[in-house]
């Protein structure tokens, strides 16, 4: 069992999302933040760097707000569905813009394949978070 | 003349929003996480803790994404507008929620007090750069 | 396959460093700083929160130290040991200190107790990546 | 008056370090996170960016460990001296190795200039307040 899913089950009050989506989400935004983070720095010792410095610049924004939401969206206490909503949206635009960059290069860097793919699992995990928060 | 306008003086291209509401927007998102985490250490220190559990929790919740915006507002180099804008609005969700809430104790606690103000200049200049970006 | 070692694996270059034990630390810093955010969310929410402080302080210490050495330690362009190392240095004494704090409530917290587990596997890793830097 | 220094003044207990080298390490660290951040992103923007991955490398280290560095180092609450001494020094081989690195390029590029000036302030002001802490 993953410690996202460890820590939603030791929360000693109740909680009105559904655990597995929340624990789903959790995960998929820090599996992207991984991923950003590693795809941006494998970018950076391609040798060409410079056709892919827009790459880089995603990867590095969509790390910075996967980390960001991943914080956010793991505090039960007093929470406030504005600002996880509005933040889970920005993310959802963080993980589209930087896995259709990542999808441009994916047949000639793995890199960028394992990043695109981690970015649409986590734009998928937000979105349902979304509905779930309704 | 602070960091942020030093480095946006820098920037080896052009950029299209102004430079002077970024640069304030970037001093503001700064001054809040600041204020956010510093907040939320002295809510944890007062003995009525118990009672600020909200103020605690928005604090943090406040830090995470101002420190992110700040990341994010910072790039130049191939600038996604819908990623920041929507960062933006996300970062002006926080600070209202966080800044209401600090709001409500800034006669009690001066900590409160000065973070509602800092809460409340950010969200203006998110708002202003949100104009600016169009 | 984690993220982390999917990255690990495509990386561009060669790197000197033990894949599997890094890919240890990476997942390991990353559970932690999963388990400490959520832990000081918990905290937050107990009845006796004035008696947590500690333990909540620590927590974001921790959280806040495992991210930042997660992102280091996943960078492997232009690797720079002394900064890797004193950054895993300082992240054992994070974990530790928070994980001996956690400890002090395993019995009557369960959100101390995964949390605890999280740090000590931490520092253990971290404490293993620092062996194989050398 | 800044807002670090303004947060120290309303911390509601006593504290051990010196206000006024503690608030001049936090607006050291904050200045050198947003020059870090900034310069990472200038390089990616310069023609020869190939012959600036460690420059950018090592300015994504040290945003990341001064923005780490200034959260704890403005939290008091329970402060653990082991965490903070560790991390500090930690914070000082980043910004020496960061400094290092865009003192090469100084004269050629004005945000290494100003990114250089930022690193070793900073590193000065982590010393002092290592100093301070004993």
Same mark, same amino acid.
């Given at each position: 069992? =993953? ?10 009050? &109740? ?8 624990? @789903?989400? /959790? ?14 720095? &494998? ?12 790459? /880089?610049?995603?990867?590095? &924004?969509?790390?910075? /707000? ?6 956010? @969206?793991?505090?039960?206490? !007093? ?6 909503? =509005? ?9 589209? =813009?930087?896995? &259709? ?21 986590? !734009? ?8 779930? /928060?309704?």
């Amino acid at each position: 069992m =993953s410690y996202a899913k460890q820590m939603l089950k030791t929360y000693p009050r &109740d909680f009105n999302v559904d655990a597995g989506v929340l624990a @789903a989400a /959790i995960e998929a935004l820090s599996d992207c933040a991984q991923a950003c983070t590693g795809c941006a720095d &494998d970018c950076l010792s391609e040798q060409n760097v410079a056709e892919l410095t827009r790459c /880089i610049r995603l990867n590095l &924004d969509c790390a910075d /707000i996967c980390t960001a939401t991943l914080r956010v @969206a793991s505090r039960q206490t !007093e929470y406030d569905a504005n600002v996880t909503r =509005s933040l889970l949206q920005a993310c959802v635009a963080a993980c589209r =813009s930087c896995g &259709d960059e990542c999808g441009r290069y994916e047949e000639m860097y793995e890199h960028c394949r394992v990043c695109a793919a981690a970015c649409r699992r986590c !734009e998928q995990a937000c979105n349902e978070l979304l509905a779930a /928060i309704g």
